[in-house]
């Protein structure tokens, strides 16, 4: 049984650097087409699995060279896989992105095995999430799935970490079984239906969703940083709450994909480490710093000397 649970995606990113994105009907030629590893799920459980967490991870995969491949690659980084799951006719998730010469990007998605991680499956790893110190979970693979995870957890005492990516509505059955939640600036106004531009709306969109229970809330703000909001002690729906800006490092962006993915790896194999939460963010930080300076998504996390050595 592992300390750490992580619950989500598996997605190969076919990315194609594009002149410009081509219009109805017009065919151009791209260049530098790649396949990369990707899917929040499987970038948090690299994360944190490269940062030295007693990680296992719940995903399904498809039936396809990638799928196999992965999976060996996900065990070299040492985690646990024997929740990820082979789905039989189905292909794995996958992502198709074109990078512009501008450098907007479009993107589409094809949940394919990722859709089939649904409560029955789930309920096979009742045990693994019950015995965790840690569930963490996102938003690209079913919701059923997700709150039924999120319920076990909480019966079981497992700590529910949930990075609400991609930005959706959730309904408050899930929000309320949630520990700690780590939303970007889209994703909290999404949430809460408050713009983040600063601290004073950023402490906003915290207290509403510490009004649905939520007892720790931390609002990713790109290079800013994040800012961490608490819950006045043992009255998660009470009172006001307290709220600070831990900044992020400085570095030269390079490609900021799985920046959000980094950090919150980071951050629970950090609080597996008995960290107080400041220095975990601290931490987090810098492995999402890091991360950014490279291109690519499991190609950009960094393993534990590096971000130790940063920031020694
Ligand atoms: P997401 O990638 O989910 O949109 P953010 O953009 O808010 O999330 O970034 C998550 C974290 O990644 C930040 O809190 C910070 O630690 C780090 N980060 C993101 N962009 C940068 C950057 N340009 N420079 C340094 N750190 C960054």
Same mark, same amino acid.
């Given at each position: 049984m592992n300390k750490l649970v992580v619950l989500g995606s598996v997605n190969a990113d076919h990315v194609l650097q594009v002149p410009s994105f081509p219009r109805p009907g017009e065919t151009l030629h791209g260049r530098n087409y790649q396949v990369i590893p990707g899917g929040k799920g499987a970038n948090q459980a690299v994360a944190a699995a490269r940062l030295g967490a007693d990680i296992g991870f719940i995903a399904c995969v498809g039936d396809d060279a990638f799928g196999q491949n992965i999976v060996k690659a996900f065990a070299n980084d040492?985690?646990? @896989?024997?929740? @990820?799951h082979c789905m039989e006719n189905a292909m794995t998730g996958i992502a198709m992105i074109q990078v512009a010469d501008n450098g907007e990007n479009s993107i589409c998605l094809d949940a394919a095995a990722n859709a089939l991680l649904t409560v029955e499956l789930v309920n096979q790893h009742e045990a693994q999430i019950a015995a965790a110190d840690y569930l963490l979970m996102q938003l690209e693979t079913p919701l059923c799935g997700i709150e039924q995870a999120a319920r076990i957890a909480k019966e079981s005492n497992t700590q529910v970490i949930l990075n609400p990516a991609p930005a959706r509505e959730l309904p408050d059955s899930l929000l309320t079984l949630v520990d700690m939640i780590s939303p970007n600036e889209t994703e909290a106004h999404l949430l809460t239906g408050i713009e983040v531009t600063d601290e004073a709306s950023a402490a906003q969109a915290a207290d509403v969703l510490h009004g649905k229970g939520i007892a720790t809330v931390l609002i990713t703000l790109g290079a800013k940083g994040v800012y961490l909001s608490r819950a006045n002690e043992g009255a998660a729906n009470e009172g006001a709450a307290e709220g600070c800006i831990i900044a992020g490092f400085r570095v030269e962006a390079t490609d900021t994909t799985a920046a959000g993915d980094t950090f919150n790896g980071a951050l629970v194999t950090a609080l597996l480490e008995q960290k107080p939460l400041e220095q975990a963010l601290v931490f987090a930080h810098a492995a999402a710093a890091i991360s950014v300076t490279r291109f690519g998504a499991q190609t950009s996390i960094p393993g534990r000397e590096e971000v130790d050595s940063f920031l020694a």
């Open positions: 040492g985690m646990n @896989v024997d929740a @990820v």
